[in-house]
């Protein structure tokens, strides 16, 4: 017994099923009433309908419905003309219905996101309708512009002129990281909008499209200020104008004179001296390598040039230029080496001596310089001269005696050779005192309680003399002040005459007068009386002009010791001032105050006392 072949197997079991349905259908069982043609064929049809609706909702495709298995529809016209109005009416329901349904879905997304987080602008209700709810950005990887959850998809509000200077308001977080993540099924992609050209604006600094700041919003257009024209511009303006046109008229006036008195052509010569030559046909660098002396000899080649020839200033011989010092060179201070010691110096005395001997000592030897002569005396002439001693004694004696004159004839030449003349002594002793005064120059003030003696007098001006020292003497009825202004040895050295070598409470004695104990007689006494009187005259003199001569409690006493940047004296002289205006008169404006303090001055002892 064989089995019945399956309905999809070959067309014959295809026409072989439709030619059954159509018998079932014509002819139903159990007499029950006869249903339209939409039967199996149709179902098969709505569900392939509903599944190709359901592919291109996903993909974004154009439906395209598939066609029945069969080939040829049936023979009855009754039954097969109202097939493809119910498929596409089918059709047409079940895509509506699946949009209905999306959009359900999306609105309760949006919802549920609204009311999880309440940072969110709400929608609007009344009158306006609620914004619709922009898409997410598709895409995954380097096609993701940034992440979903960083995007800040708020409309900014309007915002004007005068709200730009207004404080900001405080702001609440609104990224979307704080909203809780829900799932969202994937929409279809969005059709791309058409982009509209951007066209340059002609009015604009910049290209629109290049997305400048200048290109999409203008700058703001600022008013001008008022410029005033300050006063006698125009007139100064004016007068060179005037001045241009006055020196013009005598360049011509000028040049017309010149033209009557026939001095045209020194001008001439004057004016091709003043422009300048035309370059040379070749440098003088170049001329040495050029056979005519133009660049033109460069058109025949190297090898037409003076490089390789005998007449070629190029040759093996390398020129080595001459060390010329750099300028900052003199600039460079040497540093002082260190002085040694009175030992050390003995001993490279010693080392030094040495050398010379041995040196001398081993030319010599190798015959470049005569031995020198024996020196004799009279104390070792026997051990020297021993056989011509014992012939001839008398004449040895004489050579010897005549050899060391000789000798000491020889060093008092040199001596006297090495010897400064009067005028090259005193310009090293002048050289020597302007060195002392480049290390810097100090003042010193000294106080003396009396000043009339004339041997102190005259030993307080020589030495200043001699040690190139400037200043000034003040002599006042109660005091006497030195000032003193040098180079710091020359300062040390007058320091110690005025503090340690000078006897302030001693005079000096009269001139001529002599220690000489004379008899007690009547003429002596007479005499001693007439010689003196002079003196007494003197003294007297000196007492009735500075007060009392008495020196018993006469001192010295430095009051001030300081450096200066310059002199304020160029000499060293004395002068009398009876008053302390006459007094700081002397001593100027910026040395007044010494006279001051040299007048307060109290030394230690009476201070103590």
């Given at each position: 017994?064989?089995?019945?072949?399956?309905?999809?197997?070959?067309?014959?079991?295809?026409?072989?099923?439709?030619?059954?349905?159509?018998?079932?259908?014509?002819?139903?069982?159990?007499?029950?009433?006869?249903?339209?043609?939409?039967?199996?064929?149709?179902?098969?049809?709505?569900?392939?309908?509903?599944?190709?609706?359901?592919?291109?909702?996903?993909?974004?495709?154009?439906?395209?419905?598939?066609?029945?298995?069969?080939?040829?529809?049936?023979?009855?016209?009754?039954?097969?003309?109202?097939?493809?109005?119910?498929?596409?009416?089918?059709?047409?329901?079940?895509?509506?219905?699946?949009?209905?349904?999306?959009?359900?879905?999306?609105?309760?997304?949006?919802?549920?996101?609204?009311?999880?987080?309440p940072y969110l602008s709400m929608p609007q209700t009344?009158?306006?309708?609620?914004a619709p709810v922009e898409p997410l950005p598709q895409?995954?990887?380097?096609?993701?512009?940034?992440?979903?959850?960083?995007?800040?998809?708020?409309?900014?509000?309007?915002?004007?002129?005068?709200?730009?200077?207004?404080?900001?308001?405080?702001?609440?977080?609104?990224?979307?990281?704080?909203?809780?993540?829900?799932?969202?099924?994937?929409?279809?992609?969005?059709?791309?909008?058409?982009?509209?050209?951007?066209?340059?604006?002609?009015?604009?600094?910049?290209?629109?499209?290049?997305?400048?700041?200048?290109?999409?919003?203008?700058?703001?257009?600022?008013?001008?200020?008022?410029?005033?024209?300050?006063?006698?511009?125009?007139?100064?303006?004016?007068?060179?104008?005037?001045?241009?046109?006055?020196?013009?008229?005598?360049?011509?006036?000028?040049?017309?004179?010149?033209?009557?008195?026939?001095?045209?052509?020194?001008?001439?010569?004057?004016?091709?001296?003043?422009?300048?030559?035309?370059?040379?046909?070749?440098?003088?660098?170049?001329?040495?390598?050029?056979?005519?002396?133009?660049?033109?000899?460069?058109?025949?080649?190297?090898?037409?040039?003076?490089?390789?020839?005998?007449?070629?200033?190029?040759?093996?011989?390398?020129?080595?230029?001459?060390?010329?010092?750099?300028?900052?060179?003199?600039?460079?201070?040497?540093?002082?080496?260190?002085?040694?010691?009175?030992?050390?110096?003995?001993?490279?005395?010693?080392?030094?001596?040495?050398?010379?001997?041995?040196?001398?000592?081993?030319?010599?030897?190798?015959?470049?310089?005569?031995?020198?002569?024996?020196?004799?005396?009279?104390?070792?002439?026997?051990?020297?001269?021993t056989s011509d001693a014992v012939q001839d004694p008398?004449?040895?004696?004489?050579?010897?005696?005549?050899?060391?004159?000789?000798?000491?004839?020889?060093?008092?030449?040199?001596?006297?050779?090495?010897?400064?003349?009067?005028?090259?002594?005193?310009?090293?002793?002048?050289?020597?005192?302007?060195?002392?005064?480049?290390?810097?120059?100090?003042?010193?003030?000294?106080?003396?309680?009396?000043?009339?003696?004339?041997?102190?007098?005259?030993?307080?001006?020589?030495?200043?003399?001699?040690?190139?020292?400037?200043?000034?003497?003040?002599?006042?009825?109660?005091?006497?002040?030195?000032?003193?202004?040098?180079?710091?040895?020359?300062?040390?050295?007058?320091?110690?005459?005025?503090?340690?070598?000078?006897?302030?409470?001693?005079?000096?004695?009269?001139?001529?007068?002599?220690?000489?104990?004379?008899?007690?007689?009547?003429?002596?006494?007479?005499?001693?009386?007439?010689?003196?009187?002079?003196?007494?005259?003197?003294?007297?003199?000196?007492?009735?002009?500075?007060?009392?001569?008495?020196?018993?409690?006469?001192?010295?006493?430095?009051?001030?010791?300081?450096?200066?940047?310059?002199?304020?004296?160029?000499?060293?002289?004395?002068?009398?001032?009876?008053?302390?205006?006459?007094?700081?008169?002397?001593?100027?404006?910026?040395?007044?105050?010494?006279?001051?303090?040299?007048?307060?001055?109290?030394?230690?002892?009476?201070?103590?006392?």
């Amino acid at each position: 017994m064989s089995k019945r072949p399956h309905e999809s197997n070959g067309d014959t079991n295809g026409s072989s099923s439709a030619t059954k349905k159509f018998k079932s259908d014509a002819t139903p069982s159990n007499g029950a009433k006869a249903t339209p043609a939409v039967s199996a064929d149709e179902l098969i049809k709505q569900k392939r309908a509903e599944i190709a609706a359901k592919m291109a909702a996903m993909t974004g495709k154009k439906p395209v419905f598939p066609s029945g298995p069969s080939k040829t529809p049936a023979p009855a016209p009754a039954v097969v003309a109202p097939q493809p109005t119910a498929s596409a009416s089918a059709t047409e329901d079940l895509a509506r219905r699946v949009a209905e349904a999306k959009r359900r879905v999306a609105d309760a997304q949006s919802r549920m996101s609204v009311k999880d987080n309440p940072y969110l602008s709400m929608p609007q209700t009344g009158k306006k309708k609620a914004a619709p709810v922009e898409p997410l950005p598709q895409g995954a990887g380097l096609k993701m512009a940034a992440h979903p959850l960083l995007l800040d998809t708020s409309v900014p509000a309007p915002q004007s002129k005068k709200d730009k200077y207004k404080p900001m308001q405080p702001k609440f977080a609104s990224i979307k990281a704080n909203i809780r993540n829900t799932p969202i099924s994937t929409p279809p992609p969005a059709a791309p909008s058409p982009v509209s050209e951007v066209k340059a604006n002609p009015y604009a600094s910049k290209d629109a499209a290049s997305g400048s700041f200048e290109g999409a919003a203008p700058k703001e257009r600022t008013s001008r200020t008022f410029r005033f024209n300050q006063k006698g511009k125009y007139t100064q303006i004016a007068n060179q104008i005037r001045h241009d046109a006055q020196l013009e008229a005598l360049k011509q006036r000028i040049a017309e004179s010149a033209r009557k008195a026939g001095l045209d052509s020194e001008f001439e010569t004057v004016e091709k001296n003043i422009r300048r030559e035309a370059p040379p046909g070749a440098e003088w660098w170049d001329v040495a390598l050029l056979p005519n002396d133009t660049y033109d000899d460069l058109a025949s080649g190297m090898s037409a040039l003076n490089i390789r020839t005998p007449e070629s200033p190029i040759n093996i011989y390398i020129q080595h230029p001459i060390k010329i010092p750099a300028p900052g060179d003199k600039d460079k201070v040497d540093l002082k080496p260190l002085l040694p010691t009175k030992k050390e110096q003995k001993k490279m005395r010693k080392h030094r001596r040495q050398a010379e001997l041995q040196d001398k000592r081993d030319r010599i030897r190798m015959g470049l310089i005569a031995p020198d002569a024996p020196k004799v005396r009279l104390a070792n002439l026997m051990k020297v001269l021993t056989s011509d001693a014992v012939q001839d004694p008398t004449r040895v004696e004489a050579r010897v005696r005549r050899e060391v004159a000789m000798r000491k004839h020889n060093h008092e030449k040199m001596n006297v050779e090495r010897k400064l003349t009067d005028e090259q002594r005193r310009e090293k002793i002048e050289n020597k005192k302007i060195d002392e005064e480049r290390k810097g120059l100090v003042g010193v003030v000294f106080k003396v309680k009396t000043l009339s003696d004339p041997s102190h007098r005259f030993k307080v001006r020589k030495n200043a003399e001699q040690l190139n020292l400037t200043g000034l003497v003040i002599f006042h009825p109660s005091f006497s002040m030195i000032y003193v202004e040098g180079a710091p040895k020359f300062v040390r050295q007058y320091k110690r005459l005025m503090l340690n070598r000078i006897q302030w409470t001693e005079a000096a004695r009269a001139r001529g007068e002599e220690e000489v104990e004379l008899e007690d007689s009547g003429e002596g006494n007479a005499e001693g009386e007439s010689t003196a009187g002079p003196s007494r005259k003197q003294s007297g003199q000196d007492d009735s002009e500075y007060g009392a001569v008495s020196l018993a409690d006469n001192r010295c006493d430095l009051v001030w010791e300081g450096q200066l940047r310059e002199r304020a004296f160029k000499t060293f002289r004395p002068k009398s001032c009876p008053t302390d205006a006459v007094a700081k008169e002397a001593l100027g404006a910026k040395m007044a105050g010494y006279w001051d303090q040299t007048k307060n001055w109290k030394s230690e002892e009476v201070e103590l006392f």
